[in-house]
């Protein structure tokens, strides 16, 4: 398959399809829902979508994995060396390091702003230091280079049936959709890195604090008010997706099943979550992998008409265009038999 989507992508180059190939790699191995959703893009497309996601996965890695990095410093050198590699590598469109090199490509070849990495790239510092945010609009402000510019990078991929900056606006909403899904998700996981991402303005709004969560998490016992923080968190993330879900009719026809089923698949963990009891601390809650396979059927139907479709209004454009042809030609015809040309 990988073949194909290179081929098709018309990448020809063998190291920067070996380039592409590790992005397409990243994005399997770490953005499961996502990456079966990608699946029913038109295959010349989700090079593009893997060097994008390969790329935030791999900044994100850096700024998570001790293991990779060793401490705070050394994880602010290797993204330093990043943002370097990707400065470097833009204004190249090339780069030896085989991530920023299939970005730079998809960068340049669908004409993707570079301020919105340097913007992500800004997000991901903050991670070395910030570990909690005071208010939601705190938040938004981190998010905007996290999730937002994600969405605003996409669109170029994606196309529109609109002009794009009318998509603009729903699209980084959708990006921050998602993050605030994972935030919800990953509470627990978040608060052992010694990160916070729920608001501190809705935490004292219902009477819970960093040292609340730590004593849930460690005991696994469970508390009103944290229940009800995170059930408001919920209803303040299923807003974004309200605001963002104009935007999916605005892609172009062939993006919509794969834009759709990601937004139906990432509120189905919303769903997850709630049906678990808001246990986040104590356990992930994941979309079980039936509902995951059958809201990709469902994106693999809508794949086939939207094709269907265009192959219809490709072959009805082609009709047309043969009979407006044939009747110039006969017009031609028939004013030369009359001396008129």
């Not at 602010?76 to 730079?104: C, I, N, W």
């Amino acid at each position: 398959m990988t073949a194909r989507e290179l081929d098709a992508a018309a990448i020809t180059d063998p190291s920067l399809r070996k380039a592409y190939t590790h992005c397409r790699l990243l994005n399997a191995q770490h953005g499961k829902t996502y990456f079966l959703a990608t699946r029913l893009l038109p295959a010349d497309r989700r090079s593009a979508v893997h060097a994008l996601y390969g790329f935030a996965r791999w900044a994100d890695d850096i700024v998570d994995s001790a293991d990779v990095t060793g401490s705070v410093t050394g994880r602010a050198a290797a993204l330093h060396q990043l943002t370097v590699q990707l400065e470097t590598g833009l204004k190249a469109g090339h780069s030896d390091q085989p991530v920023v090199r299939a970005l730079a490509d998809t960068a340049r070849r669908y004409g993707i702003e570079h301020q919105h990495f340097t913007d992500f790239m800004s997000a991901m510092r903050d991670d070395l230091s910030v570990t909690d945010y005071a208010t939601y609009a705190d938040l938004r402000r981190y998010m905007h280079g996290s999730a937002a510019v994600i969405g605003l990078q996409m669109l170029p991929v994606l196309g529109t049936v609109v002009p794009r900056a009318e998509a603009e606006t729903h699209a980084a909403e959708l990006g921050v959709a998602f993050q605030l899904t994972n935030f919800l998700r990953d509470v627990g996981e978040d608060l052992d890195r010694g990160r916070v991402y729920l608001p501190g303005d809705l935490l004292r709004a219902h009477g819970v604090d960093r040292e609340r969560l730590r004593w849930s998490r460690d005991t696994g016992r469970r508390d009103a008010r944290i229940t009800q923080t995170l059930r408001a968190f919920e209803a303040m993330t299923r807003g974004v997706y309200r605001q963002a879900a104009p935007g999916v009719p605005m892609l172009a026809a062939e993006s919509r099943p794969c834009i759709r089923t990601a937004f139906v698949l990432y509120a189905g963990i919303l769903d997850a979550i709630a049906a678990d009891g808001y246990t986040v601390l104590h356990r992930r809650a994941v979309v079980p992998r039936r509902r995951r396979l059958t809201v990709a059927l469902d994106g693999l139907v809508r794949v086939v008409h939207a094709r269907a479709r265009y192959q219809l209004t490709s072959c009805r454009r082609a009709n047309r265009l043969h009979a407006d042809m044939a009747h110039a030609a006969a017009v031609g015809t028939s004013a030369a038999r009359r001396g008129l040309v």
